[in-house]
């Protein structure tokens, strides 16, 4: 079972600032992971897949980079709704199982 | 516009039976795999299950497999989960998903349902 950890567990950050979050898998991959945000009461919302294809309606400032078993997350000018706390995934290939990192909540420093 | 609206949960003794709904619209509900996904008070988020389009495959995640059933209705656009002996550790926030790929084996989780609360408790 392949395990993804996620640091920091919290990052301190101004508006304006950038925000680089990291996703580590137990083993590799290959491209098969996204990133979803989570607001406080809401849903999670699908903001990168494939490790770096970003999801319709996403702005530019998301981004995401890596393969194998190190990847990031990077927010280039956090605005006031970025704060919120933010998961990788992982999708096996068959049969399909999903895994999800622990969150790294990204607040208001 | 795609929308997935959830019902069902509640409060629920330890060892009872509780069914979620989940009515999908703005899409070809048949065509696509749907998913359950569960979030525990202050906790991350846990995949709990995955049905085909057609219905015909089911993939559950170690926890529940063999208490819970995922099953949906193409004639009404709503996915299920009938959840049957209940434990104090599946008290969570219960999201239904839809896959953005017409086969499970791919794909990511886009949209989500609002969520619904699930209480295990004596």
């Known amino acids: 079972e392949i395990v993804l950890t996620q640091s920091p567990a919290t990052l301190s950050l101004s508006p304006g600032e950038r925000a680089t979050l990291s996703c580590r898998a137990s083993q590799s991959v290959n491209k098969y992971l996204a990133w979803y945000q989570q607001k406080p009461g809401q849903a999670p919302r699908l903001l990168i897949y494939d490790a770096s294809s970003r999801a319709t309606g996403i702005p530019a400032r998301f981004s995401g980079i890596g393969s194998g078993t190190d990847f990031t997350l990077t927010i280039s000018s956090l605005e006031p709704e970025d704060f919120a706390v933010y998961y990788c995934?992982?999708?096996?290939?068959?049969?399909?199982?999903?895994?999800f990192g622990q969150g790294t909540k990204v607040e208001i420093k | 516009e795609v929308q997935l609206l959830q019902s069902g949960g509640g409060f629920i003794q330890p060892g009872g039976s509780l069914r979620l709904s989940c009515t999908a619209s703005?899409?070809?509900?048949?065509?696509?795999?749907m998913n359950w996904v569960r979030q525990a008070p202050g906790k991350g988020l846990e995949w709990v299950a995955t049905l085909s389009g057609s219905g015909g495959r089911t993939f559950y995640a170690d926890s529940v497999k063999g208490r819970f059933t995922i099953s949906r209705d193409n004639s009404k656009s709503t996915l299920y989960v009938q959840m049957n002996s209940l434990r104090a550790e599946d008290t969570a926030v219960y999201y239904c998903?839809?896959?953005?790929?017409?086969?499970?084996?791919?794909?990511?989780?886009?949209?989500w349902g609002q969520g619904t609360l699930v209480t295990v408790s004596s």
């Open positions: 703005g899409f070809t509900f048949s065509s696509y795999p």
């Open positions: 998903a839809k896959l953005d790929s017409e086969w499970e084996g791919s794909g990511w989780f886009d949209p």
């Open positions: 995934q992982h999708r096996s290939n068959w049969p399909p199982t999903w895994t």
